[in-house]
């Protein structure tokens, strides 16, 4: 229902405007219609889409009915043109514009030809919209009855490539003077993009997704630069950017996990907030005065295909104050059938199902099913959403959770980060636990709660699982404990349809479709010499004859040179051997003396 939600024309004043992200199929909010003409013969309507600016509208579609023409080698309609169909059903029958949402867009002129729309001035800045003239012929019998329309105002949707959003990844960690505290920089003063070269999509990548809801003063939080944890962002950006093979024959390859998502302004913040965390498959918390963003991975600080595991802490009973309680699996929340809800852009954007079960488990669960559904809306790949159901279903089956009370050396642990307990009573070697929950107790102690981890669970980690453990250093001079912290790794560096690059100059050119034609073979050839006979020279003829004398200037060509045979009686003459008419790249050598 929520997926079907999204793709219905509405009408109405109070009808909230939505947020893309990623690539989406959504319907047209009517914000103005009008009829022009005899007999009523020209409808127009403007519809609002969604938040600019966006990439642009990739295909439009009429009462369930493709619009021609199609978007073109560019992938998207471009801002601000006129257009009329010239194909299908609706040949001739329907001119109309869309608008990105930039902030300094024009007037619309096909919208300005309705009587009412003119009389002001009405350039919709922020917000991406289309304006549509439809016309209704009636000359003939045979035009009213070939009309397209069923009659009432056209239900429209739209295939839209979201927001341009700022690329996280374009700042360097180290660079801290670029956001110097208390002068971030505005919103607005950031350079947003959709794509940023053919291999990278920010306008998809989760991380620059949520940081955009986060900072945007408009529809999202309104947060400020310098309450946010940049340097996290940029590794969980790049972790994102990593390409994997979903499929066994290698033939599908994309980004670990991207996200194409509507956002509901009616809702919530934290709400959609929380919807976006998820799209990222990571934690949030407000850590040192800032929010930093931790993704649930095999838990290597760079790499979200590595099942080599930065330990942060190595908690022992020489930490640990008090009781602790170690719990097992549960009905609750163990699964022997997981589904996963997603959208499918193949399937005309519908909700979806995946599902994920392992032979024999049910049997060992006293053939009882226990069945987990979870629902993704910001997935569209039915690879990344059986991803995600096969780590959850492994996660429920092994993953015992742990809660103790550990003295301050743990402050410098945060949500998400891999601690490995050993505790001889409860048989705890080494084990790793991801923590969860951190709280502050009155006695200055922390109470800590884990979920025990195991890197291959989660997706595309490989190899086995390593551990690196955490730096100690010299015995405190008072305790004698050894001190312990974790030290930041800062980052190394790293198909749906896409726009081409904003700046198309740049090192990756712009994608465009294949040639309507076979490719031309290019020469094989790069110069060749006409010939190299000793007769006599005329610098005049540059094609090296004069009336039936042949010749030898010794002239260098080029490969793409047009060479032809004018004089067809020479054709089989000993002394020069054959000609072709034309040179078409080949060259036939006849004698010894010819080059």
Same mark, same amino acid.
């Given at each position: ?16 405007? %939505? ?28 519809? !609002? ?53 930039? =902030? ?23 917000? !991406?919209? +289309? ?6 012929? !009636?000359? @003939? ?7 397209? $329309? ?15 959003? *700022?690329?996280? @990844?374009?700042?360097? @960690? ?6 110097? %505290? ?27 997704? &949520? ?5 945007? %003063? ?6 400020? &630069? ?52 998820? +799209? ?5 918390? *407000? ?18 295909? #590595? ?48 599902? *994920? ?13 226990? #069945?987990?559904? $979870? ?9 990344? !959403?059986?991803? &995600? ?14 809660? $103790? @009370? ?48 195991? +890197? ?12 690196? +453990? ?44 294949? %040639?309507?034609? =076979? ?12 010939? =190299? ?22 002239? =260098?060509?080029?490969?793409? $040179? ?34």
């Amino acid at each position: 229902a929520e997926a079907q939600g999204v793709k219905v024309t509405k009408s109405g004043t109070n009808v909230s405007i %939505p947020v893309v992200y990623g690539f989406r199929r959504i319907g047209g909010t009517i914000v103005h219609v009008e009829t022009d003409g005899n007999s009523n013969q020209y409808l127009y309507v403007v519809y !609002a889409i969604c938040e600019g600016e966006i990439a642009g509208v990739h295909a439009i579609k009429i009462d369930d009915n493709q619009l021609l023409p199609t978007s073109g080698s560019d992938n998207v309609y471009v801002h601000g043109r006129e257009y009329t169909s010239n194909g299908g059903r609706y040949n001739g029958r329907i001119k109309f514009q869309i608008f990105n949402g930039k =902030e300094d867009q024009i007037e619309s002129s096909v919208a300005n030809g309705s009587p009412s729309w003119n009389q002001g001035t009405r350039k919709m800045p922020g917000v !991406a919209y +289309a304006a549509f003239k439809y016309e209704w012929k !009636a000359s @003939t019998q045979a035009e009213i009855d070939s009309n397209p $329309f069923g009659g009432g105002v056209p239900q429209v949707q739209f295939d839209v490539m979201g927001k341009k959003v *700022f690329d996280v @990844t374009t700042i360097e @960690t180290e660079a801290v003077d670029v956001y110097p %505290p208390g002068e971030p920089v505005p919103y607005a003063d950031l350079d947003k993009r959709y794509v940023t070269t053919s291999l990278n999509r920010p306008g998809t990548n989760p991380a620059n997704c &949520l940081l955009d809801y986060l900072t945007n %003063p408009r529809y999202g939080c309104g947060i400020t &630069l310098d309450d946010i944890n940049v340097d996290s962002f940029i590794i969980a950006a790049k972790k994102f950017n990593q390409k994997v093979n979903f499929d066994t024959g290698g033939k599908f390859t994309d980004s670990v996990l991207t996200c194409n998502a509507v956002m509901n302004p009616d809702q919530k913040l934290i709400d959609n907030v929380k919807i976006l965390v998820g +799209a990222c498959r990571g934690i949030l918390p *407000f850590v040192g005065g800032q929010y930093k963003l931790k993704v649930e991975d095999g838990g290597n600080a760079t790499d979200i295909t #590595s099942s080599t595991i930065d330990i942060a802490f190595d908690v022992s009973n020489f930490f640990i104050v008090g009781s602790i309680s170690l719990g097992g699996e549960t009905k609750v929340s163990k699964y022997n059938n997981v589904f996963v809800n997603y959208i499918d852009p193949d399937l005309e954007f519908s909700s979806q199902q995946v599902v *994920f079960s392992v032979a024999g488990d049910q049997a060992v669960d006293d053939d009882e099913e226990l #069945s987990g559904e $979870f629902t993704f809306p910001t997935i569209t790949n039915p690879y990344m !959403a059986r991803e &995600l159901a096969r780590m959850i279903y492994l996660k429920s089956r092994d993953q015992r959770t742990i809660s $103790f @009370t550990a003295t301050q050396e743990l402050l410098d642990v945060e949500p998400g980060d891999i601690i490995r307990i050993t505790e001889d009573i409860l048989d705890l070697n080494l084990k790793t636990f991801r923590v969860v929950d951190m709280k502050l107790t009155n006695a200055g102690l922390i109470d800590i709660q884990a979920v025990e981890h195991t +890197a291959s669970h989660y997706p595309h980690t490989s190899g086995e699982q390593i551990e690196i +453990a955490p730096p100690v250093y010299l015995p405190d001079e008072y305790s004698g404990r050894p001190l312990q912290r974790p030290v930041s790794d800062p980052p190394k560096g790293v198909n749906p349809p896409y726009p081409p690059p904003d700046d198309s100059a740049g090192p990756d050119p712009a994608p465009t479709p294949p %040639p309507p034609y =076979e490719p031309i073979k290019l020469p094989s050839i790069e110069k060749f010499y006409y010939s =190299e006979r000793a007769t006599t020279r005329d610098p005049t003829n540059q094609f090296g004859r004069n009336g039936q004398r042949f010749h030898g200037i010794s002239q =260098e060509y080029p490969s793409t $040179f047009p060479l032809l045979d004018y004089d067809l009686r020479r054709s089989g003459f000993p002394s020069h051997g054959p000609y072709n008419k034309y040179f078409n790249n080949t060259v036939t050598v006849a004698q010894d003396a010819v080059r």
